[in-house]
């Protein structure tokens, strides 16, 4: 089966889709435009785990599986914490774009 995906570039037309072989055998649960989405989203994801992993084995090496738990757990914790501050940052920045955006627009001369 191939994929029923209008622009899926994971595959020739004659076989099967390696990112989302099944997508379209489910239930259609969501409209044509959120399934797309959700692939796209599919996707994305698939190739940067593919590129991060490969990134990490060239820098440190080893097996991942073979690391202690609790150094996984430690690192997965590190992990969190630079997620969230890295997503902290961002919603800081665009609450005050908007808070800029809004001053200027309740004041438009007030920046001449």
Known sequence: MSCRLRECVHHKDTGPC????????IPALMEPGQEEHLVSIISSFLTQVNAKCRKGQAEHGGNLYDLPILTLIDNAMEEA????????????????????????????????
């Not at 390696?18 to 055998?25: C, E, L, M, N, Y």
Request: glycine share 4%.
């Open 18 to 25: 390696p990112v989302h072989p099944k997508t379209f055998d």
């Open 81 to 112: 914490v630079d997620q969230y501050t890295y997503l902290k940052t961002l919603r800081d920045k665009i609450v005050g774009s908007m808070q800029d955006i809004a001053a200027e627009v309740a004041n438009p001369n007030s920046g001449q």
